[in-house]
């Protein structure tokens, strides 16, 4: 019989539990209690910033708050 110990450190945040873990490409992810990767970013703190929205954006109750689009593509430039 195995018995496999979680001994992560868990972020818990309105919409869930994450825990951050470093890539082999130094950089971050988050991922959650059921082994799905969330966010990945540059710095801890990024990906700990972004993790709540994106839980909350695949959450059931999701509003549809962070839809709004902010690119421009229309500018461009005549050569």
């Excluded at 209690?33 to 929205?53: C, F, Q, R, S, Y």
């Amino acid at each position: 019989m195995t018995v496999e110990l979680d001994t992560y450190d868990w972020t818990t945040c309105e919409y869930g539990q994450y825990r951050i873990e470093k890539t082999r490409w130094n950089m971050y992810r988050s991922i959650d209690k059921e082994g799905n990767a969330l966010v990945i970013g540059m710095t801890e703190e990024a990906v700990h910033t972004m993790t709540p929205v994106h839980m909350f954006a695949n959450s059931p109750g999701y509003d549809g708050s962070y839809d709004s689009v902010t690119y421009d593509n229309t500018k461009h430039v005549d050569l």
